[in-house]
């Protein structure tokens, strides 16, 4: 299940929409850009990349960089009538994204660009020209559980984690 927060989701340098709709999995995060039908899913994403940092790590922020064959994906559509399956697609062989604790919000970012991409319509590979994209978005904190999808044990202690990088950025 998706959820809307206040970011910014840019393709090409243009922005796309100033809201981004995006879950995380325990597999990969799922990031769109509402009403464009234009999303990211990155494939090596699980939340323990966040539960297990320090809590310096979480106040200052930590920028992690995946390469590897389709590690992510751009998926644009539906193309022409929404049951027939038509999406623009692109493979991503390398993508950063950053996690910032500030101010009782996850401060998430992903940035990159991707390979040549396939038509939903054309039959020939590689058809499509490399996107560059570069989203951002906030989690608020009482969202947090949901959207990472933490069990109450698990969240407890993240949320003492979390206290006590919170208190790191008001020292």
Same mark, same amino acid.
């Given at each position: 299940?998706?959820?809307?927060?206040?970011? =910014? $989701?840019?393709? /090409?340098? &243009?922005?796309?929409?100033?809201?981004?709709? =995006?879950?995380?999995?325990?597999?990969?995060?799922?990031?769109?850009? !509402? %009403?464009?039908?234009?999303?990211? &899913?990155? +494939?090596?994403?699980? !939340?323990?990349?966040?539960?297990?940092?320090?809590?310096?790590?979480?106040? /200052?922020?930590? &920028?992690?960089?995946?390469?590897?064959? &389709?590690?992510?994906?751009?998926? =644009?559509?539906?193309?022409?009538? !929404?049951?027939?399956?038509?999406?623009?697609?692109? /493979?991503?062989?390398?993508?950063?994204?950053?996690?910032?604790?500030?101010?009782?919000?996850?401060?998430? %970012? @992903?940035?990159?660009?991707?390979?040549?991409?396939?038509?939903?319509?054309?039959?020939?590979?590689?058809?499509?020209? !490399?996107?560059? +994209?570069?989203?951002? $978005?906030?989690?608020?904190?009482?969202?947090?559980?949901?959207?990472?999808? @933490?069990? /109450?044990?698990?969240?407890?202690? +993240?949320?003492?984690?979390?206290?006590?990088?919170?208190?790191?950025?008001?020292?």
């Amino acid at each position: 299940m998706e959820n809307t927060y206040v970011g =910014s $989701f840019e393709i /090409d340098g &243009k922005e796309i929409s100033s809201r981004v709709s =995006s879950w995380a999995h325990a597999s990969h995060l799922h990031a769109g850009a !509402p %009403q464009s039908g234009i999303c990211i &899913k990155l +494939f090596v994403f699980n !939340p323990s990349l966040l539960i297990w940092l320090n809590d310096r790590s979480l106040s /200052d922020g930590i &920028k992690y960089s995946i390469s590897g064959h &389709k590690c992510a994906s751009v998926r =644009s559509g539906p193309l022409g009538h !929404p049951g027939d399956g038509e999406f623009d697609h692109w /493979d991503i062989d390398n993508i950063d994204f950053e996690f910032r604790y500030r101010k009782m919000q996850l401060h998430i %970012q @992903l940035t990159g660009t991707s390979l040549r991409g396939s038509g939903g319509f054309s039959r020939a590979k590689d058809d499509l020209d !490399p996107l560059r +994209f570069n989203i951002s $978005f906030i989690v608020e904190n009482h969202e947090l559980q949901k959207y990472l999808k @933490l069990s /109450d044990s698990i969240w407890g202690s +993240f949320q003492d984690k979390l206290a006590s990088s919170q208190a790191l950025n008001n020292a």
